[in-house]
């Protein structure tokens, strides 16, 4: 593995602390768990060979505040986290993942954090505007949410200083589990897409995608409009026949099981709506099955009969 920047300090601003300077100690942690970090005012900028990192103050490198802060490639203005992630980011990745990762998915997980957490984060921190079709992203805004949360109540502070950093370094023990869960699932993502992206080439059915293992398959089933269904083993046992929705996030889907399959459950004695059926959810997106065979041939009943419905009103 290549060589990783490890920070030996990181110094950020005393007083009111928010999701910006949290993240950006998240960070440092994450290369180094024994690093300094350092909540002080000061006019000093980084300096990269001794490892002294100075962020959201101080005017330097990894500042935001001055009048010619950087911009982001998409057009927002830096934070400091932003900033720090530009230049350390997949150092970060490398760091927290431990095992090898090739270059394609170092590349695309850290475009996905900046695309997504260090945009937001960068919004609200530097409380701009913006199109209301951009979306933020929810752990970042959870985390801002949190870290604020975080900042002493006027009966907890008193103005002492010391209270500040007492809660400034729990809020960033705690920000750093979220962050590196974060960073878990981004990759695993990336990977998962890769490996269902293969199976769907080489899928037998037209509108059914059957995956042996689990894998998080959403975004990359919603590249193609004519996967209904998928089945996959159920951690609960069993397997499910989960619809497609119609884009990522989306609650609507491509199709819709019949109203006689939902909310069904098996409990030793009914009749089943169809061979095989434990368990149908009330909204019908998802149904389980007691073995591979009966899940595949349920989707492909629910594929023929989305296909029929399609037909009839053409």
């Not at 269902?196 to 037209?206: F, G, P, T």
Request: proline share 2%; charged share 25%.
């Amino acid at each position: 593995m290549a060589s990783i920047y490890r920070p030996n300090s990181i110094q950020v601003h005393p007083g009111i602390f928010h999701a910006d300077d949290v993240t950006c100690c998240v960070q440092a942690l994450i290369l180094n768990e024994r690093v300094q970090i350092i909540r002080e005012d000061t006019d000093s900028d980084s300096d990269l060979d001794s490892g002294k990192i100075v962020a959201d103050v101080g005017y330097g490198m990894f500042d935001h505040h001055q009048k010619d802060a950087k911009i982001r490639e998409d057009g927002f203005k830096h934070c400091a986290s932003s900033l720090l992630w530009e230049f350390w980011g997949k150092d970060v990745i490398k760091s927290l993942m431990k095992d090898y990762l090739g270059d394609d998915i170092i590349n695309e997980a850290w475009s996905i954090i900046n695309d997504k957490f260090m945009m937001t984060l960068s919004i609200v921190d530097n409380g701009l505007s913006r199109d209301e079709q951009i979306k933020l992203d929810a752990v970042a805004l959870g985390i801002s949410t949190t870290v604020g949360l975080y900042n002493p109540t006027y009966l907890e502070s008193d103005n002492n200083s010391e209270v500040y950093n007492e809660y400034f370094f729990e809020c960033v023990e705690n920000s750093k589990k979220v962050f590196e869960r974060y960073i878990i699932n981004i990759v695993d993502d990336v990977i998962a897409k890769k490996i269902v992206l293969e199976v769907m080439q080489n899928r037998d059915s037209k509108h059914v995608l059957v995956l042996n293992s689990y894998a998080s398959w959403t975004e990359a089933v919603c590249t193609d409009k004519d996967i209904y269904c998928v089945v996959y083993p159920s951690m609960r046992g069993g397997w499910n026949v989960q619809l497609a929705p119609e884009s990522v996030g989306s609650y609507d889907t491509l199709i819709n099981v019949p109203d006689w399959w939902k909310g069904y459950k098996y409990v030793g004695k009914n009749d089943r709506p169809i061979s095989g059926m434990t368990f149908c959810h009330a909204t019908g997106f998802l149904s389980v099955f007691d073995s591979k065979d009966h899940a595949v041939r349920a989707a492909e009943y629910l594929a023929e009969l989305a296909d029929l419905d399609k037909c009839s009103n053409e």
